[in-house]
């Protein structure tokens, strides 16, 4: 049943009720009524969200953020694997040195990528202010 049917049968069947007196009737439709409202509201609602989280998703600040965040996770992952590599070093353990190595040096090149990206954000961030600020201008202008 489509929500205005569903919609204007529960209206119908809170109102038989509350014209004849079925308290009962009354009681389920107005509940059957008030539950498809809701439903419709909680499906608007996350229709709403979604479309400001896509939106979210593709603002150059929000991704110069995440960018920023993952520049730091792999600056502590390479300081991380630097520790682990002296550890193992001084320990005598060649296995974990080696790998703790090799992690400082994933961890190097994931960071090189990711400060890559920052300038490429950047410019797109400088971008969208200056064609922001460009509308603006032209708004006050008007």
Known sequence: MSDIAGKAAAWAKESYGKATGNKEMEKAGHEEYTKLVGEEKLKDDQEKRERKLEKAKNDPAVKLADNSINQTKHSLQQAISAVEEKIAKW???????????????????????????????????????????????????Q
């Open 91 to 141: 320990m005598g353990y060649v296995n974990k040195e080696g790998s703790a190595h090799e992690e400082k040096a994933k961890a190097a090149g994931e960071l090189k990528l990711a400060q890559d990206e920052r300038a490429k954000l950047q410019k797109q961030l400088d971008a969208k202010n200056a064609e922001e600020k460009e509308q603006a201008q032209k708004q006050q202008n």
